[in-house]
């Protein structure tokens, strides 16, 4: 049975956004991504599809928005008082993420950008973005406690943890164990970002 939205309470602005959201990371977790369409997330979400295109012209930037919402942000990031304890803990959220409806958001962008030919830049920097703040929120903390050294902060370190919990999620799939997060924070994370870079 198709909904006459104009017959349902009018929602607006981040209300409605936030419906459609949840709609679409509902859909994703129903149906994956090849499945999913703007028309079922709009009566999901008991919104119109005109609204669903106004703000996001095609498949792929609702789902990266709705995914990015979902992600840890420098704000969720628990402070445990240790680089370390701060690693673990902000991985583990990263970890849990894609084991969710991010994950098959993400093999499905990703699937169908290498089918289509689609770049890749905007997923990549949707998700660099987000990972390569969170990871500068843990290392401010880390450097303003002492633990280490400013100069020991390039873009490489910040970005090496979410490449790899990536790459092992693409490779390996969900769930991510919890003994791979530990194992890139003790055998590469906190080695790099504890050793100072000596110019040569």
Do not use: C
Request: aromatic content about 4%; glycine content about 8%.
């Amino acid at each position: 049975m198709v909904t006459d939205h104009r017959k349902l309470p009018r929602r607006r602005g981040e209300a409605l956004n936030a419906a459609i959201y949840q709609a679409t990371l509902d859909e994703l977790a129903e149906s994956g991504y090849a499945g999913l369409t703007m028309e079922r997330v709009a009566e999901r979400a008991r919104a119109s599809k005109a609204s669903l295109y106004r703000r996001w012209p095609t498949r792929i930037e609702l789902v990266m928005e709705a995914v990015r919402n979902t992600l840890p942000t420098p704000e969720s990031t628990p402070d445990t008082g240790t680089l370390r304890g701060d690693l673990v803990a902000m991985l583990g959220q990263v970890a849990q993420a894609l084991s969710g409806p991010a994950g098959e958001a993400m093999r499905g962008l990703l699937g169908e950008a290498l089918s289509s030919g689609s770049p890749l830049s905007s997923m990549r920097r949707t998700s660099q973005g987000i990972g390569r703040r969170t990871m500068e929120e843990v290392v401010r903390r880390a450097v303003e406690r002492g633990e280490i050294d400013p100069d020991a902060i390039t873009p490489r370190r910040l970005d090496a943890g979410h490449a790899l919990l990536r790459h092992h999620f693409l490779f390996n799939g969900a769930p991510i164990p919890g003994e791979l997060v530990v194992q890139i924070v003790d055998e590469v994370l906190v080695p790099l970002l504890t050793h100072r870079i000596t110019q040569g």
